[in-house]
């Protein structure tokens, strides 16, 4: 499993180490390659996922990113960072890919926020006719005498995780990369070739109902 | 353009929330966001709790399980390394 590797791949992957990356990768370096591919794989194969009819194509077009990442190696300049790189190059590829699918839905809806999703209930707020309406009938209280312990504990870390698992696709990748794996939100737009605003508020919601979740579970006794 | 005259509601804040974080709001939207905050302890605490839900999602280690075709990227690489280099 990969859990039990002592040393965390992940120093090499961060945009100041892109450098050092390239030059290895291009030297040939298939440890510094397959860095890589347990770093980014998964996360790839969901996001192929969203523009492709079947795992299976999904699979196919990871693979062919790859492809396109060695090859592309030498003209890689580092104007973008390398992670934004990989993904831009997947997008592109997975969208050729949906075209040819002929599917029906527009890849510009894939990251559009639809409807209406209030980051908090409407029922905490004071109604209309009140002298007080918008403003908190049930005000949230601080989590400063919540003890670090708690909030750092395993419990804690494993609901927001579920939360986040359960997100509809687009939120879900998009509070990953920006606040699990800390992707600025330029790296994020553009590998994923979305607007600042949808960004925004994809992460927004995705915010929102992770806060919510652990103001529920922080409420309850510990 | 309204909005911009009255108060700011806490109902209206909290979905600004995020585009203050981000440092995405006119100047003067932010005025009207830190002046509600200064007299509402409510607004004041979601803050909060918002920025302690971004630290502790920072903690989770997005690690993920591997997925199958380690080996064929393997063999991938092999073959651009052998035509790179050749």
Known sequence: ?222 | MSAHDRDMDCDELVELVTDYLEEALEASERARLEEHLAGCDGCTAYLDQMRTTIRLTGMLTGREVPVEGREELLRVFRAWRSGSTS
Request: proline share 5%.
């Open chain 1, 1 to 222: 499993m990969l859990c039990t590797l002592a040393v965390e791949p992940s120093s090499r992957a961060a945009p100041e180490h892109d450098a050092e990356l390239v030059q290895a990768l291009r030297a040939g370096d298939e440890t510094a390659f397959m860095e890589l591919v347990e770093r980014y794989q998964a996360q790839m194969l969901r996001i192929a996922r969203m523009y492709v009819a079947t795992q299976a194509v999904a699979e196919e077009v990871v693979q062919e990113a790859w492809v396109g990442v060695l090859k592309g190696l030498d003209a890689f300049e580092g104007r973008s960072s390398l992670r934004t790189w990989i993904f831009r190059i997947l997008v592109n590829i997975a969208k050729t890919r949906g075209v040819r699918e002929k599917r029906s839905t527009p890849f510009s809806s894939l990251w559009s926020p639809e409807g209406d999703e209030p980051a908090v209930e409407p029922g905490r707020f004071l109604p209309e006719g009140d002298r007080w309406a918008h403003h908190w009938a049930d005000a949230p209280t601080s989590w400063e005498g919540v003890p670090e312990d708690r909030l750092l504990s395993a419990e804690t870390l494993a609901r927001i995780h579920g939360v986040i698992e359960a997100l509809p696709p687009n939120q879900r990748e998009v509070i990953r990369m920006r606040d699990v794996l800390g992707w600025s939100s330029r790296e994020v737009r553009n590998a994923l070739d979305i607007s600042e605003t949808n960004q925004r508020v994809l992460l927004h919601r995705a915010r929102s109902k992770v806060r919510r979740a652990l103001e529920d579970y922080l409420s309850e006794a510990p």
